[in-house]
């Protein structure tokens, strides 16, 4: 039985274990170590992942799953998902409790379900590797998501039939990899900036101990953006060239889409790019249109610089709120794909003043942080154990919802967990019965401007003159940043502990339910594995 | 590697979880009133090395896991509020008056006592007062008229806009429960 660490990303995974105290990367089955984090689906009920499904991007748009990590643990009314369904292919539409669910060609599937099904078959890919059953995993998340976005994660997991051993904090976990066992006394900076979310995380490393000093980012910037901004200058090229608005047809859109990705990382590498794409739409003719197109890297450069600066201004506000100046940073690390873009690190190594580090793989490191997470728990209590104590925050403040539209605060932003912090509140009208706890997640004053996540509801107050009932409301962050609520009238001592009804999140039986249906469909075979060189 | 035994570890928060609310935070980093902060960090460091709940997550007793965790959540608030000096400093006061934790109420600095005292301009002031006599009398109509008065002397006073927020929140639905800060 072995336990895993899964980077669970928007564009790639990745899936890791120790071995004889030396972390081991399963290889992707076309090689590689990056998985493609893409499900497609077929009428028939089957499931095709990773490479294959990429390809499938093409050829059946509708029902191929991309960057669905972009989506997880939100409500299908939320601005994000909204966004996200202006340039996303697939279908999606709201399912219960507030989800975005994803139309198939068989049947809906809910966003931890797709992704259950992805880290299905990385475990199997894992399970193949190794010769070895995976029972636990340690899966990764930004360390700004939210806590309906981290019990998204954990339901995909319970899906996939992991015992899901902890939500890590992606720069937490590459922070260890790069730390652990190197008895330093350093400050670090971890940039993290990946294909659908960008994070910044500054630590202190002593030993063996990981703190997390400050942490923040922003959930909707990634390399993907860098990737629509290059779609749309290779969509410019081909209107000017044919007449022709390329992004008008979702199959076109597919092919520059993938091409655009192509181009961005051969202008890492080359300062220019140049090529032809044949056949990315059909004429008035009938006929097929290609597109010629040359591309220098500083165009590029212009078209996404605002998309870094961004990045730089996140970072110095995360620093601000520590007090940290950058010079103060002893050592930067950078995680993620999009930080092979040079602009990307000329721009972190003006900012902070020194070159970053570069020796360890931006795509993996989050991976093997996990997966020595992943062994330290699951030894815990034996002496296998490593000796790393992390110590994380809440990325986020935590309140509730009070008279006048105004949120107050129970839990700040940045304080250790776990956390445990109880306010005392009142009614606002006379003789009322129950109150309605909403909860929400961020810093504003105004509830509306912060993310809601859920509500509780206490009653049986008995009757009482409005501002005479004292209601204590408490609020628990555990080491997964997971939220419980609990809300007690103290005078009957009434209490209400409630696992919030997350808005947007699968209910406990949706979960146990798809948890079901995955197994007797993964005892139905592997995955088909299939040569993956139809892309190139 | 763990620094207790499943059994010392039993034994340990059994004692400490009783009177987990007569231990001050020095109790629980082990320090002395005037340890310095490089001092607190690294006595916090140490304890968490012994107590964190990830050195543990492998036991199968969840009460005894729940009831460490509060004991380690406590450990977290106390090394956060005597790292930050001006918490630090409200903690000495809590201290004095016989309190182990701060709590939110300590902690922020509390709205002035006379709420319109907050208000610059003498007319919004007026109406503000006016206002909050109509909210008295749950006229919550009159209550807006009054407070939006207010607001057109003084647009930027938090006190008449969340009052405004009120009692046109109370208008929206008469008598509907809401929860507010005391």
């Known amino acids: ?536 | 590697m763990p620094a207790l035994t499943p059994d010392q570890l039993a034994a340990f928060v059994e004692q400490m979880y009783g009177k987990l609310d007569r231990l001050s935070y020095y109790d629980l980093l082990g320090v002395s009133s005037g340890t310095s902060q490089s001092e607190i960090r690294a006595a916090f460091y140490r304890v968490s090395n012994d107590l964190h709940p990830d050195r543990y997550h492998a036991l199968g007793d969840r009460n005894l896991k729940e009831r460490l965790e509060t004991i380690y959540a406590r450990i977290c608030e106390g090394y956060r509020i005597l790292t930050m000096p001006e918490k630090r400093a409200a903690y000495a006061r809590a201290l004095a008056d016989g309190k182990m934790r701060l709590t939110s109420t300590d902690r922020e600095s509390r709205a002035p006592q006379n709420p319109e005292d907050t208000i610059k301009h003498d007319e919004a002031k007026k109406f503000f007062r006016l206002g909050m006599i109509s909210l008295g009398r749950k006229d919550f109509k009159g209550a807006a008229m009054n407070f939006n008065f207010a607001r057109s002397f003084e647009p930027n006073a938090a006190i008449i806009n969340q009052k405004l927020g009120e009692a046109q929140a109370a208008l929206g639905k008469p008598g509907g429960p809401g929860i507010k800060a005391p």
Not at chain 1, 113 to 128: D, H, I, N
Not at chain 1, 262 to 285: C, M, T, W, Y
Not at chain 1, 333 to 341: A, D, F, H, K, P
Not at chain 1, 403 to 428: H, K, L, M, Y
């Open chain 1, 1 to 536: 039985m072995s336990v895993v660490g899964i980077d669970l990303g928007t564009t790639n995974s990745v899936i890791a274990t120790v071995r004889d105290a030396q972390v081991v990367v399963v290889p992707a089955t076309h090689g590689g170590y990056l998985h493609p984090s893409v499900v497609s689906f077929s009428s028939d009920g089957l499931k095709y992942f990773s490479r294959e499904a990429v390809a499938r991007r093409i050829v059946d748009p509708k029902n191929t799953v991309y960057s669905g990590k972009r989506l997880m643990g939100l409500p299908f009314r939320s601005d994000e998902v909204q966004k996200a369904i202006t340039r996303l292919p697939y279908e999606l539409r709201e399912g219960n409790n507030e989800q975005a669910v994803f139309v198939g060609p068989d049947r809906t599937y809910t966003i931890p379900e797709v992704s259950g099904l992805l880290l299905g078959y990385l475990r199997q890919c894992a399970e193949l590797f190794l010769s070895d059953t995976v029972t636990g995993a340690v899966i990764t998340v930004p360390a700004n998501f939210n806590d309906a976005q981290r019990r998204a994660t954990i339901d995909a997991g319970r899906i996939a039939g992991l015992d899901v051993l902890r939500v890590l904090n992606e720069p937490t976990a590459a922070a260890l990899a790069y730390g652990l066992g190197q008895n330093m006394s350093q400050r670090i900076a971890v940039y993290d900036f990946g294909g659908g979310t960008f994070d910044i995380t500054v630590l202190q490393v002593e030993g063996d101990v990981f703190e997390v000093l400050a942490t923040g980012g922003d959930t909707f910037l990634g390399g993907d953006d860098m990737d629509t901004a290059l779609l749309n200058i290779l969509a410019e090229l081909f209107r000017a060239e044919h007449g022709l608005d390329p992004r008008t047809d979702q199959a076109a859109c597919a092919r520059l889409l993938i091409a655009a990705e192509q181009v961005k990382r051969h202008l890492s590498d080359f300062p220019e790019a140049r090529g032809e794409l044949k056949n990315i739409a059909v004429g008035n003719q009938g006929e097929q249109l290609a597109l010629r197109f040359h591309i220098a890297r500083n165009v590029f450069e212009t078209a996404v610089r605002g998309l870094v600066m961004r990045t730089i201004q996140t970072s110095q506000e995360v620093l601000a709120s520590v007090g940290l100046a950058a010079s103060q940073i002893d050592e930067v690390i950078l995680v993620g794909g999009t930080t092979r873009v040079p602009m990307v690190r000329a721009e972190v190594e003006r900012y902070f003043g020194r070159p970053p580090r570069t020796d360890l793989n931006p795509d993996e490191v989050v991976a093997w942080g996990a997966a020595i997470q992943a062994e330290n728990l699951a030894h815990a209590g034996d002496n296998l154990a490593s000796r790393a104590v992390l110590l994380d925050v809440t990325p986020r403040a935590l309140g509730i919802a009070v008279t006048g539209g105004f949120a107050e605060r129970i839990v700040d932003r940045n304080v250790p967990v776990p956390v445990e912090q109880t306010r005392i509140f009142t009614t606002s009208a006379d003789q009322q019965s129950s109150v309605r706890i909403q909860v929400c997640q961020g810093e504003s004053r105004r509830f509306d401007e912060n993310v809601p996540l859920g509500e509780l509801e206490l009653s049986g107050i008995p009757p009482a003159r409005r501002g005479e009932v004292a209601i204590e409301v408490t609020f628990r962050v555990d080491t997964d940043g997971i939220l419980r609520v609990r809300a007690r009238d103290a005078t009957t001592g009434v209490a209400r502990e409630a696992a919030v009804n997350v808005r947007g999140g699968m209910t406990d039986v949706e979960v146990a339910e798809a948890v079901e249906r995955h197994k007797s469909e993964e005892s139905s075979g592997l995955p088909e594995i299939l040569d993956p060189e139809i892309l190139e």
